[in-house]
């Protein structure tokens, strides 16, 4: 089956801890991205990747850092610099521009 | 200003309601517009695609307004399996995609 795993679906961390999320494709789509979403709000774009190699900042990129040295891989590191890590957190990909994203099924992200 | 704006809700409709959301963005120059749904607790899945001759998909209809900057989904015949978020979307030049914060539907018995 083709698709968007993440992993894994609960984690649960001490403040202070770094946390590496998961987030792996088998659509072979060029770009890949990660989204926070908080209760009751809409999605803030965090990082972006185009091409392998190469990732853009989005919007609320203080306190996480990613890299992309495979097309299928783009995880996604939750630093002890990050003020509020608490959250849902979506990793998505989409191929050519004009068509849409596609979601993994999210982590939710506890720091205790 | 935000990239693309929703009106919130909730909507609450009864089973065989049609209802219709609205959803505006600021850049003229965005390319694709989309709409998604959102499940409680569960990652959005695009619904459709939205494009400027308008296009139907079963009891699902949407619309683009380029002059006026706004896409419309509208729902017909409600079923108790439409409740959910509904996200607005849309692309700019260099495919990076912006989302609404979504409108509540619950459609009631």
């Known amino acids: 089956d083709g698709g968007i795993t993440q992993s894994p679906k609960y984690l649960f961390r001490k403040e202070g801890q770094n946390v590496t999320l998961s987030c792996e494709q088998n659509?072979?789509?060029?770009?890949m991205y990660w989204y926070r979403q908080d209760p009751g709000q809409g999605l803030r774009l965090i990082y972006y990747?185009?091409?392998?190699?190469?990732?853009q900042k989005g919007d609320i990129a203080e306190g996480y850092s990613v890299s992309r040295e495979k097309k299928e891989s783009f995880p996604l590191t939750v630093t002890s610099a990050q003020k509020n890590p608490t959250a849902f957190y979506l990793c998505?990909?989409?191929?050519?521009?004009?068509?849409?994203?596609?979601f993994g099924p999210g982590t939710r992200l506890t720091v205790l | 200003r935000k990239e693309v704006e929703q009106d919130p809700g909730p909507f609450n409709v009864p089973e065989g309601a049609t209802v219709a959301f609205n959803c505006t963005y600021s850049?003229?120059?965005?390319?694709?517009f989309f709409w998604y749904r959102q499940d409680c607790r569960k990652e959005p899945k695009l619904l459709m695609s939205?494009?400027?001759s308008g296009n139907e998909d079963g009891r699902f209809t949407a619309q683009l307004n380029r002059a006026s900057q706004y896409i419309s989904l509208l729902i017909r015949d409600s079923k108790l399996s439409d409740s959910a978020t509904y996200l607005c979307?849309?692309?700019?030049?260099?495919?990076?995609?912006?989302f609404g914060t979504g409108t509540s539907l619950t459609v009631i018995p």
């Open positions: 998505a990909s989409s191929q050519t521009e004009g068509l849409g994203q596609y």
């Open positions: 659509l072979n789509h060029d770009a």
């Open positions: 990747s185009q091409i392998v190699n190469d990732f």
């Open positions: 850049n003229s120059a965005s390319q694709s």
């Open positions: 939205v494009y400027s």
């Open positions: 979307v849309v692309t700019n030049p260099g495919n990076q995609f912006y």
